[in-house]
């Protein structure tokens, strides 16, 4: 056993609300600047729908990821002989366009316009070139099913969807939606990291964070191909690749990330996981069917005896252990198994995982022409959905609708316990079929709930202490420049010392 | 200031009696820029690659002299009725820029006026006797090819000829396009004129070229026996330009690898994924 800490993640769905703070705190901090206009290392996009950059989801086209290659896996779009062949010409980049052009608009015309019979108006100009622009495209231009024809119906994961299935998503009845926010999932097995030919990529030992190292990044952009998430970008101005860093400032003096510690359906969750880091390899390569629970395999119980013993072996902190105890991540994803990852697939081991959403159920015509949205039961089921369970397989499980249907069964569960605990109005069999039904107890509902629905701050961010102390002893001498900076003079007192 | 002490040492009795006889030494001068710039092509008594200078100074005028030592190509473009004249007596072959100065000049014009009466002309400047028939073998003339195609090295290790210069013939691809076709030069100069310029070089990239690698005379000779024949079996046909079969290679080469990059890469991502949605969109401006 080769026991390691990784900082992990929980996106609810169910909570999330669409509103993109998280992206704009992100951009606010980090993305800013000349070249990195275009990035958002945190979108959020409308499912079903294209993401950003469009159609991000569809290998054939970007050839990201990792795919299976007998025993092993090997990169799709990058790599050792496939990197070098396409070094001086990758064959797989997006464009700018496939994300959008970044603009602002010129408000000094506002004020600096001569005085008409109009108002100004301040024009769009791009980011780019500086020159007048027709917006045509934006991060989020799809945004809640705008451009439905465009975007929406192109959807990557309808593709295992029958025309007729595809067709009455998009009836007036059974429209629906949800929000799907992605940030980079600083994988097990990155397939940037892989791909880099500079060795510019790097996750870090002592919390897992995937990282590009400025100075040796060379622009070859192997990691925009390989990473099937397209969460690493191109900045033109400075020449070098970028991706998101986790706030690793912020995580290292116990913050949460800007985008997290921001969101306001408190939908965000993140935690540390001990893993094995030896099965990485074999989990990666496992059958496209048992990739989900290989996956979940890897991450070890903090609390067994002997994967203590193994992590501190390892050099891993008590304080480090201690947050694995406490992760709410941890509870999400292996103590409750309602988090998902999404499309483990792409065989990168991701370390955000996603609570599926809880759609409305459908509602109908009935003979009448009356348009009916009740349902027999409170929340409809599972079962009568509006969104296919093949669509949220295809998201989730690599096609395996059981396991999101059972992970559904349980939030529906969750949400029939606790109409009982609170209203009451449900009969007592039912309420007991449902958590039987969803393969749980009133105990864990409970749990669910509060960790759902009332969780404090430092519930959902269980961040362990960085220990910089002791990196930095790692590099100098720290003693030895004790009592060497710190208060002092920058003239010399013409008295004292 | 430091220099002084040096230059008191220096022999000043010794360098009296030149300094006295500095009339000779001057004319001496003369000589050497001729043999050093113009001998190559000029001899005195006889036409040689370029006329007889013999009375030069009485037949042109001193300032024509000049400017036609320092540039004749520039006064044959301006179209200077003597010039052009003699560039067509010479088989058109124009006579080298000289980087002389005005006085240098003045020094070599000065001994060329010593030759003005042909019984003054003195041993090392007149015909020696009469010529030795010049014989060509077979061995010669192949030596010579492969020393111009530089299978065989130069014993100096200078350059092949062909690097700069073609010769119909010679090789399956075109010699170097920088200086001159060869193919008819040893009918235009004779084997005199070719040892010359071999011996030494009047142009300036040449002389450069050869300055620390000159040609043994056997390497000469061999060259003309080669060049000989080759304008004898050339003769009448036009010269072979090396630039078409340069641009027929290039542009082939070219278009080769284009094709074969089209080839290997054809499913490259071509223009934006979504092409199609924005083209849809009406432009507002």
Known sequence: ?497 | MKSIPSARLLPWPFLFPFILLQGPVQAQDGEALFRQNCAACHKMGKRFVGPDLTGVNERRDKAWLHKFIRSSQTLIKEGDPTAVALFNENNQLVMTDQPLDEGQIDQVLAYLATFSKPAEATASAAPAGPEKPIVYTADDRAAGHALFIGTRPLASGGAACISCHNVNGASAVPGGGLAKDLTDVHGRMGHAGIAGILGAPPFPAMAAAYARAPLTEAEMHQLSAYLEEAGKAQAGRKPRTALGTYALFGGGGLFVILAAIGLHWRKRLKGSVKQDILDRQLRSI
Request: hydrophobic fraction near 35%; charge should be negative; aromatic fraction near 10%.
């Open chain 1, 1 to 497: 056993m080769n026991i390691r800490s990784q900082i992990s993640m929980v996106f609810h769905l169910d909570k999330c609300i669409g509103c993109h703070t998280c992206s704009i705190a992100c951009k606010n901090i980090w993305t800013d600047r000349r070249g990195a206009e275009y990035m958002w290392w945190n979108n959020v996009e409308t499912k079903p729908g294209t993401g950003y950059p469009t159609k991000w989801e569809d290998q054939d086209i970007y050839q990201g990821g990792w795919k299976k290659d007998g025993n092993s896996v090997s990169l799709r779009g990058a790599g050792k002989l496939k990197g070098l062949k396409n070094l001086f010409h990758n064959p797989a980049l997006p464009v700018l366009e496939d994300y959008y052009e970044p603009w602002t608009y010129k408000y000094s015309d506002l004020f600096t316009a001569p005085e008409g019979n109009d108002q100004p108006t301040a024009r769009p100009v791009s980011l780019v070139t500086g020159e007048p622009i027709d917006v045509k495209a934006g991060p989020n231009w799809d945004d809640d099913l705008g451009g439905s024809p465009d975007y929406a119906r192109q959807d990557v994961n309808f593709k295992d969807l029958s025309p007729a299935e595809q067709e009455s998503l998009f009836q007036l009845e059974r429209m629906t939606f949800h929000y799907l926010p992605r940030i980079c999932n600083h994988c097990l097995n990155p397939a940037c990291v892989g791909s880099c030919p500079s060795g510019a990529l790097y996750k870090r030992g002592e919390d897992g964070v995937v990282l590009i190292n400025q100075e040796r990044c060379r622009a070859w952009r192997m990691c925009v191909t390989a990473c099937p998430y397209k969460k690493s970008y191109y900045n033109w101005h400075t020449g070098k690749s970028e991706k998101c860093i986790l706030c690793y400032p912020r995580l290292e003096s116990g913050q949460a990330p800007a985008c997290m510690h921001s969101c306001v359906g408190r939908i965000r969750y993140l935690g540390v996981m001990l893993y094995d880091a030896d099965r990485i390899h074999e989990v990666a390569a496992s059958e496209e069917k048992d990739l989900v629970d290989a996956q979940l395999g890897i991450y070890l119980d903090p609390f067994d005896e002997n994967v203590i013993a193994a992590a501190k072996a390892n050099g891993i902190a008590d304080s480090t252990i201690r947050a694995a105890q406490l992760s709410p991540v941890y509870k999400f994803v292996k103590q409750w198994g309602i988090a998902l990852p999404l499309h483990p697939e792409f065989r990168t081991l991701p370390n955000l995982f996603y609570v599926p959403p809880m759609l409305p159920a459908m509602a109908s015509v009935d003979a009448d022409g009356v348009y009916d949205s009740t349902t027999k039961s409170l929340w409809g089921g599972v079962e009568t959905a509006r969104l296919p369970m093949k669509y949220l397989a295809s998201l989730f499980t690599a096609g395996d609708e059981e396991k999101v249907r059972n992970v559904l069964r349980k939030l529906l569960a969750v949400k029939i316990h606790r109409r009982d605990a609170t209203v009451g109005d449900l009969p007592k069999e039912e309420v007991e079929e449902a958590l039987n039904i969803g393969r749980t107890n009133a105990a864990e509902a409970d749990a669910i709930f509060r960790l759902t629905s009332l969780a404090t701050f430092n519930e959902r961010f269980v961040i362990p202490p960085a220990h910089r102390e002791e990196s930095i002893e790692m590099m100098e001498a720290t003693a030895d420049t004790k009592g060497e900076t710190g208060f002092g003079f920058k003239m010399r007192p013409a008295r004292g010392l």
